[in-house]
Nanobody, 120 residues
Framework: QVQLVESGGGLVQPGGSLRLSCAASGFTFSSYAMSWYRQAPGKERELVAIISSNGGSTNYADSMKGRFTISRDNAKNTVYLQMNSLKPEDTAVYYC?????????????WGQGTQVTVSS
């Protein structure tokens, strides 16, 4: 079955760094665009970053540009999110997403999330 398993979250001080990982299984990882989303308490889930299936294209939410880097290793079926210069407002549950569409069929998978807390 399809699984997306996030890891790497935790508590970090402002200005610190974390690297999130999302290990995928049960589908053809290299055919899917991968994204990271986040959801803070009381707020809607928002897109953090997205990477194309071959890793050749990336895009970021404005508030993450220059601080976060999304990457993927198709040989390891894993997508990463390197987060630097973390701020308290980055505190949220971070989710991994896999998406693909072929014709009228869409495939959209989510992980269970990993908590990131930025606090002194």
């Amino acid at each position: 079955q399809v699984q997306l398993v996030e890891s790497g979250g935790g508590l970090v001080q402002p200005g610190g760094s974390l690297r999130l990982s999302c290990a995928a299984s049960g589908f053809t990882f290299s055919s899917y665009a991968m994204s990271w989303y986040r959801q803070a308490p009381g707020k809607e889930r928002e897109l953090v970053a997205i990477i194309s299936s071959n890793g050749g294209s990336t895009n970021y939410a404005d508030s993450m540009k220059g601080r976060f880097t999304i990457s993927r290793d198709n040989a390891k079926n894993t997508v990463y999110l390197q987060m630097n210069s973390l701020k308290p407002e980055d505190t949220a549950v971070y989710y991994c997403n896999a998406y693909a569409a072929w014709g009228s069929f869409e495939y959209d998978y989510w992980g269970q999330g990993t908590q990131v807390t930025v606090s002194s």
